[in-house]
């Protein structure tokens, strides 16, 4: 198979197709004018040595190989080369996190009210609610909330697309106690190491286990859409992620997963002798 496309012509394409572009940098700097067709699983695996030396496999693995990898495979589905097979170099398995439940939230956000923080306790709602990025929450501004439509607009976010986000009712009451403002920020905050020093400190006053504000706000949207029923595609495209694998492998967590399996299957059985 012959092709006239480089490495950067398929990761501009990648991106363009709604594709990560976070870790692409130095990958297309690396690989940039070679053809898409000779870069091979090898080259990838020594370019991730080579460009991380000092780095864990596993930073390397999500920093190269990964972004190269869904390039590449980005090129075969464009039909610019044959699909490779390109193994992650071994790593230590990532210990994964638990993110907030409902109790945790309810005497965090108990505690901020308390100590009247309630812009604090406003974005963690809302980073729990919505799926949005602290950073993303700490940029909103009044003129891009609707509290009639109950929606909330991420200008800019991560991916470089404006996201439209829904507010549940709780939510929507919490902002607008806050009075939101055009050309002010909702929750007033300039710094997502603001918002974890404040979190650490409400949760040290709480008596609760630090989580910081990706891991009570992002990480729980996913794991309660999950758990709460909804289609993965439906919970990805809800808080704006692009990967499945990641969302699967990072964020997904069942809460009693074999007492829920025993009921779907009890529920059938009884079916069944109907």
């Known amino acids: 198979m012959s092709s006239s496309h480089c490495f950067s012509d398929a990761a501009a394409s990648y991106v363009q197709h709604g594709g990560e572009p976070r870790f692409l940098p130095r990958v297309v700097e690396r690989f940039g004018p070679d053809p898409v067709e000779t870069i091979t699983p090898m080259a990838v695996r020594e370019a991730a040595l080579s460009l991380y030396p000092e780095a864990s496999n596993a930073t390397r693995n999500r920093q190269v190989i990964t972004p190269a990898r869904a390039v590449l495979y980005h090129a075969h589905e464009m039909g610019w080369r044959a699909p490779a097979r390109i193994r992650l170099l071994k790593a230590p398995r990532a210990r994964r996190v638990l993110p907030a439940g409902r109790r945790w939230t309810e005497r965090f956000v108990e505690r901020a009210d308390a100590d009247g923080l309630p812009h604090l306790s406003a974005a963690l709602m809302f ?110 495209d809800a808080g704006g992620w692009k990967s499945s694998v990641i969302f699967l492998e990072t964020y997904a967590h069942s809460v009693e997963a074999g007492r829920v399996v025993m009921d779907r299957l009890n529920t059938l059985a009884w079916q069944d002798q109907l």
Request: glycine residues 6%; hydrophobic residues 40%.
């Open 127 to 236: 980073m729990q609610m919505t799926g949005a990025r602290v950073t993303e929450a700490i940029s909103l501004e009044g003129q891009n909330v609707d509290l009639i439509r109950r929606t909330a607009l991420l200008v800019k976010t991560k991916t470089d697309t404006d996201s439209l986000r829904w507010l549940p009712d709780p939510l929507v009451e919490r902002i607008r106690a806050l009075d939101p403002r055009p050309g002010e920020r909702v929750f007033r905050y300039t710094s997502r190491f603001s918002v974890n020093e404040r979190m650490a400190a409400v949760c040290h006053r709480a008596g609760l286990p630090y989580k910081s504000s990706h891991i009570a706000g992002r990480h729980a949207f996913a794991t309660n859409a999950l758990n709460a029923g909804i289609n993965v595609r439906v919970a990805m």
